[in-house]
């Protein structure tokens, strides 16, 4: 599941690894989506959560709601957009984000192949037999899509592709039931 809204989401400003709260809408978005937990009987028994402010937050608020402590693992947490963080979408120029494209070091961000490792990682950690709520992120749930989608590896074009593309809303959910599967949109 990706965490409920913030101001930078409205505001449509890079958010990374910036640690943003829940706004008000979020904080409703998290107890709606906690209802629909609730009342969907879908056999939860393990929250694991990146550890940024607004992932927490949402995490706690669904935890809280089905009796259920929340695990925390930075392997979940967004991708670092370095430099470009904070600012508005709209004030990245194409140059710009074709240099960021090409080289997220000069920039001061993660490679890409770092975050799909660390990513990956996780996905090779989890117990696929326990009922999981995870809660990260939209590049990160990209990342997990392009995961089961590509044979588990990585390709700059497929997943700037599938950046393009793919829309995940706030409080969005994904449902995969192993490596080998392929996702599921519950919400």
């Not at 497929?158 to 950046?163: A, P, W």
């Amino acid at each position: 599941m990706r965490h409920g809204q913030t101001d930078w989401n409205i505001g449509n400003k890079v958010q990374g690894t910036s640690d943003v709260e829940l706004n008000n809408a979020g904080l409703i978005q998290a107890n709606e989506a906690a209802e629909y937990l609730k009342n969907g009987n879908f056999g939860i028994k393990r929250i694991v959560t990146s550890d940024l402010k607004r992932t927490a937050q949402t995490a706690q608020i669904i935890g809280n709601k089905l009796h259920i402590l929340v695990d925390y693992d930075t392997r979940l947490r967004e991708y670092n957009f370095g430099h470009l963080e904070g600012r508005a979408v709209s004030t990245i120029s194409e140059s710009t984000l074709h240099e960021f494209m090409k080289n997220p070091k000069a920039f001061d961000a993660e490679p890409f192949e770092d975050a799909f490792a660390r990513v990956s990682s996780f996905l090779a950690d989890a117990d696929y037999n326990t009922n999981t709520l995870v809660m990260s992120h939209g590049i990160i749930m990209r990342i997990v899509i392009h995961y089961l989608d590509d044979g588990h590896t990585f390709d700059l074009r497929k997943f700037m592709e599938l950046f393009h593309t793919t829309r995940i809303k706030n409080t969005s959910m994904l449902g995969i039931s192993g490596l080998n599967s392929r996702i599921e949109y519950v919400r």
